[in-house]
C-alpha cells in the first residue's frame, strides 16, 4: 500500500506536511460523492467517535478527512491509512483548525452559540461573523486570500480603492466589477477555482475590505463575460492577467462607493448619448484618394510609390502601413468577419480609414483601425490609434460613430483600459476569431465575444 513507506515517520509526522485547505475540500466531495459508509470502507477508516470536520451544516469523520486529504496534495505518496496517525484534539483537530475549517468535540458539552448572522447586502461583517456564517475559522480568509472557495460557493474579495492584500487593480464599469484572477506573480492561468467562476458553477458571494479583519458584502454576482490581458505582476514582470466581468443580481451592488458622491461615481456613469448629429463633410469635394470605397480583400496592397495627388505627412504614413502584408492580412480577417455578422457599408478611406461599417445592431457606424503590434511597439501603436481614430471621426465621420482598435495580439490591461476611458474598444484577432479584449460596455461588441 501507498502509505507503507512511511512507516518509518514518528508519531504524526506525516499529517503536519499536509498543509493545502484544497486537498481537504477535495477529500470532503469525495466523501459526499462516495458516501460515508462506501468512503471509510474505501480508505480503511472507522468511524469517529468524538471529533467531526462541519462544513455547510454537514459532519465529517475528521480522521478519515485528514488522511484522505493528505493524498489528494502528495498522489506520489498516496492517502494515509488509519494507523499512520493518531486523530483527537492535538493532530486532527489542531491540523485541521490550522488550515481553516471547523472541527467540532461530540463530547464536550454543548455551548450556547448565537445564530449565524443573516447575509445582508451592504452590511460590514467582521471575519468572526464569516467564519461563524460559511462555516469555517476566520484565520481561513487571511491565508485564501482573494478567492475563498467553500464548497458550492467562492467568497470573492476586493478593495479597487487599492489594499495592500486585496487589490489586483480590480475597477468598475458601471454596476459590474471587473474582477482579477488571484496569482499576485507570473502568468495566471484557468485554474480550478478560476473555471467555476467562468461558468458559474459555484454561488459568487462578493466583498468589498472595509477595515482590518472587516468585509463588506456587495452581493451575489454572476460572471457575464472573461477575457486575457496583460499587465506586470508584484515583482514588475509582465505576465498574462484573466479578467471576469461580474454583474449583480437584484438590486446591484451595495458598495460604499454609491453614497460617495457624485464626483467619485460619476467616473462609472453611462451618459445616454446625445442625437447623432447629420453627417455632413466637412468639404464639399474631396480628391479622389480620399473618398470612401468598398473594402476589396483581394486588392492586395502595393509597394507605397509617389502619386500625381499630394498627400500630407499623415496620410502618407498611413499609406505606408497600408503596404505592409500583414496590416492588410489583418482586415482582410475583419471585414469576412463583419460579413458572416451581417455588418454591411463595409468602406475603407485609402488614405486614412482603414475600414468602417455598420453594425446589424440599430445601425451604429463604427471606425476600425488594425495595428499589427510586437512587444516593442505597443505604446506607439496604441498612441498612434488613438489619435488616428479621433482624427477621423473628426474630419472624416460623424459624432455618433464607435471607435475600435483592432490588434493581431492583446495588449497591457493599463493601455487597454485608458482606452476605454477615451472610448475606443479593443479587439482581438488570434488567427482563428476576434475576442474582446477589453470591458468596454458596447451592444455591437457582444457579438465579439467568441469566448462565452
Given at each position: 500500500?501507498?502509505?507503507?513507506?512511511?512507516?518509518?515517520?514518528?508519531?504524526?509526522?506525516?499529517?503536519?506536511?499536509?498543509?493545502?485547505?484544497?486537498?481537504?475540500?477535495?477529500?470532503?466531495?469525495?466523501?459526499?460523492?462516495?458516501?460515508?459508509?462506501?468512503?471509510?470502507?474505501?480508505?480503511?477508516?472507522?468511524?469517529?467517535?468524538?471529533?467531526?470536520?462541519?462544513?455547510?451544516?454537514?459532519?465529517?469523520?475528521?480522521?478519515?478527512?485528514?488522511?484522505?486529504?493528505?493524498?489528494?496534495?502528495?498522489?506520489?505518496?498516496?492517502?494515509?491509512?488509519?494507523?499512520?496517525?493518531?486523530?483527537?484534539?492535538?493532530?486532527?483537530?489542531?491540523?485541521?483548525?490550522?488550515?481553516?475549517?471547523?472541527?467540532?468535540?461530540?463530547?464536550?458539552?454543548?455551548?450556547?452559540?448565537?445564530?449565524?448572522?443573516?447575509?445582508?447586502?451592504?452590511?460590514?461583517?467582521?471575519?468572526?461573523?464569516?467564519?461563524?456564517?460559511?462555516?469555517?475559522?476566520?484565520?481561513?480568509?487571511?491565508?485564501?486570500?482573494?478567492?475563498?472557495?467553500?464548497?458550492?460557493?467562492?467568497?470573492?474579495?476586493?478593495?479597487?480603492?487599492?489594499?495592500?492584500?486585496?487589490?489586483?487593480?480590480?475597477?468598475?464599469?458601471?454596476?459590474?466589477?471587473?474582477?482579477?484572477?488571484?496569482?499576485?506573480?507570473?502568468?495566471?492561468?484557468?485554474?480550478?477555482?478560476?473555471?467555476?467562476?467562468?461558468?458559474?458553477?459555484?454561488?459568487?458571494?462578493?466583498?468589498?475590505?472595509?477595515?482590518?479583519?472587516?468585509?463588506?458584502?456587495?452581493?451575489?454576482?454572476?460572471?457575464?463575460?472573461?477575457?486575457?490581458?496583460?499587465?506586470?505582476?508584484?515583482?514588475?514582470?509582465?505576465?498574462?492577467?484573466?479578467?471576469?466581468?461580474?454583474?449583480?443580481?437584484?438590486?446591484?451592488?451595495?458598495?460604499?462607493?454609491?453614497?460617495?458622491?457624485?464626483?467619485?461615481?460619476?467616473?462609472n456613469t453611462i451618459v445616454e448619448e446625445p442625437a447623432a448629429e447629420p453627417e455632413v463633410p466637412l468639404?464639399?469635394?474631396?480628391?479622389?484618394?480620399?473618398?470612401?470605397?468598398?473594402?476589396d480583400e483581394s486588392r492586395r496592397p502595393a509597394a507605397l510609390t509617389p502619386s500625381g495627388e499630394r498627400?500630407?505627412?499623415?496620410?502618407?504614413?498611413?499609406?505606408?502601413?497600408?503596404?505592409?502584408?500583414?496590416?492588410?492580412?489583418?482586415?482582410?480577417?475583419?471585414?469576412?468577419?463583419?460579413?458572416?455578422?451581417?455588418?454591411?457599408?463595409?468602406?475603407?478611406?485609402?488614405?486614412?480609414?482603414?475600414?468602417?461599417?455598420?453594425?446589424?445592431?440599430e445601425g451604429v457606424r463604427v471606425i476600425f483601425e488594425a495595428k499589427t503590434l510586437d512587444p516593442s511597439?505597443?505604446?506607439?501603436?496604441?498612441?498612434?490609434?488613438?489619435?488616428?481614430?479621433?482624427?477621423?471621426?473628426?474630419?472624416?465621420?460623424?459624432?455618433?460613430?464607435?471607435?475600435?482598435?483592432?490588434?493581431?495580439?492583446?495588449?497591457?490591461?493599463?493601455?487597454?483600459?485608458?482606452?476605454?476611458?477615451?472610448?475606443?474598444?479593443?479587439?482581438?484577432?488570434?488567427?482563428?476569431?476576434?475576442?474582446?479584449?477589453?470591458?468596454?460596455?458596447?451592444?455591437?461588441?457582444?457579438?465579439?465575444?467568441?469566448?462565452?
Open positions: 500500500m501507498a502509505h507503507a513507506r512511511w512507516t518509518d515517520y514518528s508519531s504524526d509526522m506525516a499529517l503536519q506536511d499536509l498543509t493545502s485547505p484544497d486537498a481537504v475540500e477535495a477529500a470532503i466531495a469525495e466523501f459526499d460523492g462516495l458516501g460515508r459508509e462506501s468512503f471509510l470502507e474505501k480508505y480503511g477508516f472507522g468511524r469517529a467517535r468524538s471529533f467531526f470536520l462541519v462544513s455547510d451544516g454537514k459532519r465529517y469523520d475528521s480522521k478519515a478527512i485528514a488522511g484522505v486529504a493528505f493524498g489528494y496534495q502528495f498522489p506520489e505518496r498516496g492517502p494515509l491509512s488509519s494507523s499512520d496517525f493518531s486523530g483527537g484534539e492535538a493532530t486532527v483537530r489542531a491540523k485541521l483548525e490550522e488550515l481553516g475549517f471547523t472541527v467540532k468535540d461530540d463530547t464536550a458539552p454543548a455551548a450556547p452559540r448565537s445564530s449565524a448572522p443573516e447575509r445582508i447586502p451592504g452590511r460590514v461583517y467582521s471575519w468572526d461573523e464569516l467564519g461563524e456564517m460559511f462555516g469555517f475559522r476566520p484565520s481561513y480568509l487571511g491565508r485564501r486570500g482573494r478567492m475563498v472557495p467553500h464548497r458550492g460557493a467562492v467568497l470573492l474579495i476586493t478593495d479597487p480603492e487599492g489594499a495592500k492584500s486585496f487589490n489586483c487593480e480590480d475597477y468598475w464599469d458601471g454596476r459590474d466589477l471587473i474582477y482579477t484572477g488571484r496569482a499576485r506573480v507570473g502568468d495566471q492561468g484557468l485554474g480550478d477555482f478560476d473555471f467555476r467562476i467562468v461558468k458559474n458553477l459555484s454561488t459568487l458571494f462578493v466583498f468589498e475590505r472595509a477595515g482590518t479583519r472587516k468585509l463588506r458584502f456587495l452581493g451575489v454576482a454572476e460572471c457575464q463575460q472573461y477575457w486575457w490581458t496583460y499587465g506586470d505582476d508584484d515583482s514588475g514582470e509582465r505576465r498574462r492577467i484573466l479578467r471576469f466581468r461580474l454583474r449583480f443580481k437584484g438590486t446591484g451592488p451595495q458598495r460604499q462607493l454609491l453614497q460617495a458622491g457624485p464626483e467619485r461615481e460619476q467616473v468639404q464639399t469635394q474631396q480628391p479622389a484618394h480620399r473618398e470612401p470605397r468598398p473594402f498627400a500630407s505627412p499623415e496620410e502618407t504614413l498611413a499609406l505606408r502601413e497600408k503596404a505592409v502584408q500583414n496590416h492588410h492580412e489583418l482586415l482582410a480577417a475583419l471585414k469576412r468577419h463583419l460579413v458572416a455578422a451581417g455588418w454591411d457599408s463595409i468602406e475603407e478611406i485609402p488614405s486614412a480609414v482603414d475600414l468602417w461599417a455598420r453594425a446589424p445592431l511597439n505597443e505604446v506607439h501603436q496604441t498612441r498612434a490609434a488613438l489619435s488616428q481614430l479621433l482624427e477621423y471621426r473628426h474630419f472624416r465621420g460623424a459624432a455618433a460613430d464607435e471607435l475600435c482598435l483592432v490588434t493581431n495580439a492583446p495588449i497591457s490591461d493599463a493601455r487597454e483600459r485608458f482606452l476605454a476611458t477615451m472610448g475606443v474598444a479593443v479587439i482581438t484577432y488570434d488567427g482563428e476569431g476576434f475576442q474582446v479584449s477589453g470591458a468596454l460596455a458596447r451592444p455591437w461588441l457582444a457579438e465579439f465575444a467568441s469566448n462565452r
